[in-house]
């Protein structure tokens, strides 16, 4: 049994919909006194080596990497940043598929599938995975698959999107003293006003027309992003007879969603149109610190792509710029494991920082985004990251960026590892997806 799961996982979606339709989603304000805007307070740091293993030894071989030091690192995040999936983590099952063909003008096909958490018969969450493909293509497709923040339904104005449950916040909340002790969670049907909301960060019709696919899940099917969201997450599922709350290394948020890509994976790997060998994950911010998770996590997906993913995700921790561990923990404590809680200000004792996590793409692409505005996510030490990758990819046989000169504005840089910084502030805009297009053509040798 599940006694945190409210009933409406197990009775169904529109019985909880007549109870539930108050309130809202606690997300605090992310400013934090301990944010440095100042390069000047960046200091000198140093950066654990990727290629030496905890013992003190030097990794000189590519088979030392795969075998050894990449489950280390691996291991290191797990119990140490985004937590580790338990063992009884529920398992999906696809349980209800829709097909509409020569949707958006003729332009593509589309799917809706639903796939819902099961642990041991008992059913949980169903996330709705929205799946379009070029109308014309003459056989599987590559596809672009990434979490969204607000609902399958504003990633198109398409009016064949079904309208799920999204879980919204509540300014009432926000007023007036200290929110969280306030804050109450609940949901609602989607707007159909929300209809394309988001159509700028998606550029569905972009995708398309470049013969590729586009696979979107709705974030909060899979967890409330909230720190009150967990009784109505996967992961609650897996808490075990007696147990309150997870592990001090068990599983995050962020890991719960993470670990929701590679059961969509699942999925796609039964889809008939689609090239599951290439499947590249993406994500923005928050789900930007997931898609490189997920991609670290799941070796099946072809390429990684983090859209302004910042701090806990492309972003250097020990360059203490922007927003900074505890930021993260204070504000949004349900995205990391407890163990995280400790670098709190302590970023310099972290085992690892990101430009291994970016490093366990390897010897897969990844591509690392930044906007100049976007000084929160600290543009440079998500370049820095993404440069401090570049040995184990040299290593594996593969190129890294190949400098460590941050590059000028909309100067992409495309090798194994890709980089670029947009004129702009935090978002995902065509231009962002132009690069991942292109990156994506480059290495699947795509015209
Ligand atoms: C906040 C948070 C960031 C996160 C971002 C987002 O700004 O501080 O770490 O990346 O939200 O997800 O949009």
């Known amino acids: 049994m599940f006694p945190r799961l409210p009933g409406f996982f197990r009775s169904g979606v529109l019985a909880f919909c007549g109870a539930a339709l108050a309130a809202a989603l606690f997300l605090p304000a992310t400013a934090s006194a301990q944010d440095n805007y100042d390069e000047s307070k960046v200091g000198n740091y140093e950066l654990p080596d990727p290629l030496t293993f905890l013992n003190g030894k030097k990794v000189t071989t590519a088979e030392q990497w795969t075998r050894e030091r990449r489950p280390e690192i691996l291991r290191l995040f797990e119990d140490q940043v985004f937590g ?123 995708i398309l027309q470049a013969g590729f696919g586009l696979a979107t899940i709705y974030y909060g099917d899979i967890e409330p992003d909230s720190v009150l969201g967990f009784p109505y997450g996967i992961r609650a599922m897996a808490l075990n007879p007696g147990q309150a709350k997870p592990a001090a290394d068990d599983w995050g948020a962020i890991a719960g969603w993470a670990y929701a890509l590679s059961k969509a994976m699942d999925y796609l790997e039964t889809d008939a149109d689609v090239d599951a060998k290439r499947v590249a994950v993406m994500g923005h911010s928050r789900l930007g610190k997931t898609s490189l998770w997920a991609g670290a996590m799941d070796e099946r997906f072809a390429i990684v792509i983090s859209n302004d993913s910042g701090e806990g995700g492309a972003a250097i921790a020990r360059r203490n710029f922007g927003e900074r561990t505890e930021g993260l923990n204070r504000n949004f404590p349900h995205w990391y494991c407890a163990n995280f809680k ?106």
Do not use: C
């Open 84 to 206: 580790e999936v338990p063992a009884s983590a529920p398992l999906a099952r696809v349980v209800s598929v829709e097909e509409a063909k020569g949707v958006l003008g003729g332009l593509g096909d589309r799917k809706q599938v639903g796939i819902q958490f099961v642990r041991n018969g008992l059913a949980g969450p169903v996330m709705q995975l929205l799946l379009y493909v070029p109308a014309k293509r003459s056989g599987p497709v590559p596809v672009f698959l990434g979490l969204n923040f607000l609902g399958n339904q504003a990633v198109d104005k398409d009016p064949g999107i079904k309208l799920g449950i999204v879980w919204s916040r509540d300014t009432l909340t926000r007023t007036g003293g200290p929110s969280r002790d306030r804050a109450r969670i609940v949901s609602k049907i989607a707007a159909e006003a929300s209809r394309g909301e988001r159509v700028g960060r998606w550029q569905v019709e972009k």
């Open 342 to 447: 400790q670098y709190s200000n302590q970023e310099a004792r972290l085992p690892v920082d990101s430009h291994m996590l970016i490093a366990l793409a390897a010897p897969r692409p990844v591509y690392v985004a930044s906007a100049v505005e976007d000084r929160h996510a600290d543009p440079r030490g998500e370049f820095l990251g993404a440069v401090a990758a570049g040995p184990v990819y040299q290593l594996l046989g593969k190129q890294g960026l190949g400098t460590d000169a941050m590059p000028g504005v909309h100067q992409p840089i495309m090798h194994d590892v890709g980089y670029h910084v947009r004129a702009g502030v935090h978002d995902v805009t065509a231009y962002d997806w132009d690069q991942y297009i292109a990156f994506a053509k480059l290495h699947y040798g795509m015209k």
